[in-house]
């Protein structure tokens, strides 16, 4: 029988000087492509990121990536970031 990992996925954020700092594990999800609203700004969200409980939180505007063991996943700037009660979130 196969274990499902919950947070598959490595998520990185930029240090302004063109380097990747390593954040969490997580897990990405296409969200769609409707346009929605999301902290006040109308903006197409292309992605749902997951990550643990405990995990930093990451300001509106700073750009993100996904990787996983194939490697690139998705990449782009956060929209929103919400701390729910079971997990974080942010949307890209």
Not at 15 to 30: A, N, P, Y
Not at 33 to 53: C, H, K, Q, Y
């Amino acid at each position: 029988m196969k274990v499902i990992e919950q947070y598959p996925h490595d998520l990185w954020k930029d240090d302004g000087s063109g380097g990747w700092i390593f954040v969490s594990k997580c897990r990405e999800e296409t969200a769609g492509w409707d346009p929605e609203t999301i902290a006040g700004v109308f903006a197409r969200n292309n992605s749902v990121v997951f990550m643990p409980l405990g995990t930093e939180t990451i300001p509106r505007g700073r750009t993100v990536k996904v990787t996983d063991a194939v490697g690139f996943r998705v990449q782009g700037d956060v929209y929103k970031y919400d701390r729910g009660q079971l997990s974080h979130r942010l949307w890209i």
